[in-house]
Each structure stands twice: as structure tokens, then as C-alpha cells.
């Protein structure tokens, strides 16, 4: 017997730890894990040189833009970026130009992924104007909902409890998740009046709006609308102390939540925002350092279900204004995340196990993403083989994305994506995007 491909000589990363072996791929799935001797014969073999293996992120929280905001991001320059991060998966955002919100609108951006990822993508669709299409949307193939508390994007008026609680029930009923932006829009629109009327514009007056309390209120509405259906809510860059509490405290009662957070929440705080400016600005905004601790606590215990680098690209120009009010908030992240982390797990602050954890297996399980996020026979090949030793610095001019800037410009770290496979297709290698645009899947919802 003959596979297409054996990846030999590494250290790989399975559901029951680390072992020196190698891979067998066929058809794109995992068909042997084994010692070297006991791999079947195939077609191209690869020495993968003692480096570690490990499962292919899968990115919850990415905005692909694309479309009428291609000059920001296409399908093409992001999943290159994902790539070159070790993200062999990533789930697209809603709000683009035009929104995703529809059976039709789902349909036609899918389909121009179909020609340019080079990684593996899902969809996200906003609420639709009539709940009615909801069952065609997910039909389509949207892995989950988006609901934004802070601004109306998609059909659903947000601050109608009677139209959510609708919309709830018609999702729980299809068993896709909602992933909700948590910021009360009510307490962001009442601050910001009232900096806007004392001429503030600054940094300062941009955290003041987007408080710690106008994302708890956000949170605990929405677990008070969820309590009443059975829909799976997922939390998404949760970033304060009292909302990750919150939330664990649901979760705790038993309610179907989850949540997620960021690595510029986990890594950077209110004090980085001021001196690194606008170029860090995003929405939640960073917090101040007991919220990065108690948030990093509990990444280490393995408390939050999903890391997510909520990748929002944006243009130089737009990250820079001199009213606060006119910068677009948003950092690119999917070529940081992973180099980010394995640094703290080189330090010995972060356990392999807990980033694998957030980063490949519960995001599977929560998207209901059917053979992914683990090293596993029978298992898509999706994986991205990691080089330990390799220190360097971040630089954002050499990024895939279209953004070029990044809060975490100049950082050391330690722990190099080198080799990126996708369906046991190799996409990247040391840095250079290998495969042709359309290499990746478009990935459906399969209940």
C-alpha cells in the first residue's frame, strides 16, 4: 500500500501527548501515526527534523474582509497571513461591505473564497432581516451566528429582547452557536455623548466608553435572553475581570456558553494602548492589568474555551487620526498568535496542552468542526510544524496581511511556524505561500 504522503522524525502533538513519530497522509486525512519502520510507503516522504507537530489553529474570530473591503484584506492576502501563522482554519466575520446576512449574500462570498483561501474557511452570518431565512442561511452552510450588542449589523433590531429571543429560539433549533460581541450600546452611546460633549478625543475618553461595565451589561443580558432558550452563546474576546466572571459563572450553572479571548488582551494592557497609541486600539479595548491577569489565570487553568486573534485589518491611514472617533479600531493578528504563545510556553508560563486546548480542540467542538483541531487517525491533516529554537523579532512589514502595523512590532519571541499543511496539502513553507489561491476548503455547517 501506497499513501500520498509521510511526514517523518517529529515530535508530534496527539490527544495522549507528545510522541516521536511519524504521519501518514491519504486523501487529505490522517490515515497512521507511527514509529518510522511501521509508516506505509508514499508517494513524497518529508523529515520533518525532530521539530514539533502540531494541530492546525482553527481561528474563531477573523475578518477575511474581501468585497467592497478588499483594499483592507481579501480572501487571499488573509488566508496567506493564517498560513503563515500555523492557522490551517479560519471563521469569517459578518460585517462586511455587503453584510453576511442572507442565504444569498452567505452563497456569493463563499464562493469567492471557493477561488482565493488557501487555508480551510467557515462563515459566520449576521441576523437576517426575516428570522424565517435562518434554517436557509445555516442550510447554506454559516457555522454559527454573529449578534453585535454594541451596533446594529445584520437584520434584528438589538435592543428588541423580543426579536432576539425569537431569533434565539429558531438558532437553538438548528444547533449552530451565537457568538456574541459583548458591549451594551446604550452605556457606549451615553459616555460617548458625554465626551464628545466636553470636546474629549482622546485615548482616555475611548476607555471610558468602552468600560469594563458596559461589557458586563452586555454579558449579563445576555445570558438572562439565553436562559430562556437552549442556544449555545459564545462569548467572544471577553476582556475584562467582572466578564469573565460572568461567564464562568453560567457556565458553571450549567447554562451552554462558552467564551473566548485574544492575545493582545492576554499580552498587553491599558499602559501598552497609551504608548503604542491608535495603532492598538480595538473594540473591547485593552484593559487594565488585574483584567490581563485574571484573564491570564484563567487561560493557564484552562478555563477559556478559545483563543482567538479576532484579526481585523485595516489601513495605516485609518489607524491614525487626531479624534479617537476616527480611527478604525481593529489589529491584525493571525500571523502573531501562535508565536505569541508558544513564547509564554517556552517560559514555561503557558502549558502546551492548555494552548492546544484553545487554539485547535474546543473551537472544533464548540463550531462542531467534524474531524478537526486534533492529531488524530482518521482526521483531517491539517497541521503546522513548529520550530522551538527559532528566536526573532515580530516585524509587520514582512506580514502576508495587507496590514502592515502591529502593537506587538519589535517583540521577541521564540517559537517559529515553519511548515503549514491543510488538508495534507503543504501551504506554507519557512514563510513563502507554496499552494495556489483556492488550495483551501469552504468548510459547511454539518449538524
Given at each position: 500500500?501506497?499513501?500520498?504522503?509521510?511526514?517523518?522524525?517529529?515530535?508530534?502533538?496527539?490527544?495522549?501527548?507528545?510522541?516521536?513519530?511519524?504521519?501518514?497522509?491519504?486523501?487529505?486525512?490522517?490515515?497512521?501515526?507511527?514509529?518510522?519502520?511501521?509508516?506505509?510507503?508514499?508517494?513524497?516522504?518529508?523529515?520533518?527534523?525532530?521539530?514539533?507537530?502540531?494541530?492546525?489553529?482553527?481561528?474563531?474570530?477573523?475578518?477575511?474582509?474581501?468585497?467592497?473591503?478588499?483594499?483592507?484584506?481579501?480572501?487571499?492576502?488573509?488566508?496567506?497571513?493564517?498560513?503563515?501563522?500555523?492557522?490551517?482554519?479560519?471563521?469569517?466575520?459578518?460585517?462586511?461591505?455587503?453584510?453576511?446576512?442572507?442565504?444569498?449574500?452567505?452563497?456569493?462570498?463563499?464562493?469567492?473564497?471557493?477561488?482565493?483561501?488557501?487555508?480551510?474557511?467557515?462563515?459566520?452570518?449576521?441576523?437576517?432581516?426575516?428570522?424565517?431565512?435562518?434554517?436557509?442561511?445555516?442550510?447554506?452552510?454559516?457555522?454559527?451566528?454573529?449578534?453585535?450588542?454594541?451596533?446594529?449589523?445584520?437584520?434584528?433590531?438589538?435592543?428588541?429582547?423580543?426579536?432576539?429571543?425569537?431569533?434565539?429560539?429558531?438558532?437553538?433549533?438548528?444547533?449552530?452557536?451565537?457568538?456574541?460581541?459583548?458591549?451594551?450600546?446604550?452605556?457606549?452611546?451615553?459616555?460617548?455623548?458625554?465626551?464628545?460633549?466636553?470636546?474629549?478625543?482622546?485615548?482616555?475618553?475611548?476607555?471610558?466608553?468602552?468600560?469594563?461595565?458596559?461589557?458586563?451589561?452586555?454579558?449579563?443580558?445576555?445570558?438572562?435572553?439565553?436562559?430562556?432558550?437552549?442556544?449555545?452563546?459564545?462569548?467572544?474576546?471577553?476582556?475584562?475581570?467582572?466578564?469573565?466572571?460572568?461567564?464562568?459563572?453560567?457556565?458553571?450553572?450549567?447554562?451552554?456558553?462558552?467564551?473566548?479571548?485574544?492575545?493582545?488582551?492576554?499580552?498587553?494592557?491599558?499602559?501598552?494602548?497609551?504608548?503604542?497609541?491608535?495603532?492598538?486600539?480595538?473594540?473591547?479595548?485593552?484593559?487594565?492589568?488585574?483584567?490581563?491577569?485574571?484573564?491570564?489565570?484563567?487561560?493557564?487553568?484552562?478555563?477559556?474555551?478559545?483563543?482567538?486573534?479576532?484579526?481585523?485589518?485595516?489601513?495605516?491611514?485609518?489607524?491614525?487620526?487626531?479624534?479617537?472617533?476616527?480611527?478604525?479600531?481593529?489589529?491584525?493578528?493571525?500571523?502573531?498568535?501562535?508565536?505569541?504563545?508558544?513564547?509564554?510556553?517556552?517560559?514555561g508560563k503557558l502549558a502546551m496542552r492548555n494552548l492546544i486546548r484553545a487554539t485547535s480542540k474546543r473551537p472544533a467542538e464548540i463550531f462542531r468542526l467534524r474531524d478537526r483541531g486534533s492529531l488524530a487517525e482518521g482526521y483531517w491533516a491539517d497541521l503546522v510544524v513548529v520550530d522551538m529554537k527559532r528566536e526573532y523579532r515580530i516585524d509587520s512589514s514582512k506580514f502576508h496581511s495587507k496590514a502592515k502595523y502591529s502593537p506587538f512590532d519589535g517583540w521577541r519571541v521564540r517559537g517559529k511556524p515553519t511548515k503549514t499543511f491543510v488538508n495534507g496539502q503543504l501551504i506554507m513553507d519557512d514563510e513563502e505561500i507554496v499552494a495556489n489561491p483556492g488550495a483551501g476548503q469552504i468548510?459547511?455547517?454539518?449538524?
Amino acid at each position: 500500500m501506497s499513501v500520498d504522503l509521510v511526514l517523518h522524525n517529529a515530535k508530534i502533538y496527539t490527544p495522549k501527548g507528545i510522541v516521536h513519530a511519524g504521519l501518514a497522509v491519504d486523501e487529505g486525512k490522517i490515515l497512521k501515526i507511527a514509529k518510522k519502520t511501521n509508516l506505509p510507503h508514499a508517494s513524497k516522504r518529508l523529515d520533518i527534523k525532530g521539530k514539533i507537530m502540531l494541530p492546525g489553529l482553527i481561528d474563531p474570530h477573523v475578518h477575511l474582509r474581501d468585497q467592497q473591503l478588499a483594499y483592507k484584506e481579501d480572501f487571499l492576502s488573509g488566508t496567506s497571513a493564517a498560513a503563515a501563522g500555523g492557522v490551517t482554519l479560519t471563521i469569517d466575520m459578518p460585517n462586511n461591505k455587503p453584510v453576511t446576512m442572507s442565504a444569498k449574500s452567505l452563497k456569493e462570498r463563499m464562493k469567492l473564497a471557493e477561488t482565493r483561501a488557501v487555508v480551510n474557511v467557515a462563515f459566520h452570518s449576521a441576523f437576517p432581516e426575516s428570522l424565517e431565512e435562518i434554517p436557509q442561511i445555516v442550510k447554506q452552510g454559516a457555522v454559527a451566528f454573529k449578534l453585535y450588542l454594541s451596533q446594529k449589523v445584520g437584520g434584528t433590531e438589538i435592543e428588541d429582547d423580543d426579536a432576539l429571543l425569537r431569533a434565539f429560539s429558531k438558532i437553538s433549533k438548528m444547533k449552530v452557536p451565537v457568538s456574541v460581541h459583548a458591549e451594551h450600546k446604550k452605556t457606549l452611546e451615553a459616555v460617548k455623548k458625554k465626551m464628545q460633549q466636553t470636546g474629549r478625543r482622546d485615548i482616555e475618553a475611548y476607555l471610558r466608553v468602552h468600560s469594563p461595565d458596559a461589557e458586563l451589561k452586555a454579558i449579563q443580558h445576555t445570558i438572562r435572553l439565553a436562559k430562556k432558550t437552549s442556544v449555545h452563546i459564545h462569548f467572544c474576546h471577553v476582556s475584562s475581570a467582572e466578564g469573565l466572571k460572568a461567564v464562568l459563572t453560567a457556565k458553571n450553572t450549567g447554562l451552554p456558553v462558552s467564551l473566548e479571548a485574544t492575545p493582545h488582551n492576554l499580552l498587553l494592557s491599558s499602559k501598552h494602548l497609551k504608548r503604542y497609541k491608535t495603532i492598538a486600539l480595538t473594540d473591547p479595548p485593552l484593559r487594565a492589568e488585574e483584567d490581563v491577569e485574571a484573564l491570564w489565570n484563567a487561560f493557564r487553568h484552562g478555563l477559556i474555551d478559545a483563543l482567538a486573534s479576532d484579526h481585523a485589518p485595516h489601513t495605516v491611514e485609518e489607524k491614525e487620526a487626531e479624534s479617537v472617533w476616527d480611527v478604525r479600531a481593529g489589529i491584525p493578528g493571525l500571523e502573531t498568535m501562535l508565536p505569541l504563545l508558544l513564547t509564554q510556553v517556552d517560559k514555561g508560563k503557558l502549558a502546551m496542552r492548555n494552548l492546544i486546548r484553545a487554539t485547535s480542540k474546543r473551537p472544533a467542538e464548540i463550531f462542531r468542526l467534524r474531524d478537526r483541531g486534533s492529531l488524530a487517525e482518521g482526521y483531517w491533516a491539517d497541521l503546522v510544524v513548529v520550530d522551538m529554537k527559532r528566536e526573532y523579532r515580530i516585524d509587520s512589514s514582512k506580514f502576508h496581511s495587507k496590514a502592515k502595523y502591529s502593537p506587538f512590532d519589535g517583540w521577541r519571541v521564540r517559537g517559529k511556524p515553519t511548515k503549514t499543511f491543510v488538508n495534507g496539502q503543504l501551504i506554507m513553507d519557512d514563510e513563502e505561500i507554496v499552494a495556489n489561491p483556492g488550495a483551501g476548503q469552504i468548510l459547511r455547517w454539518k449538524g
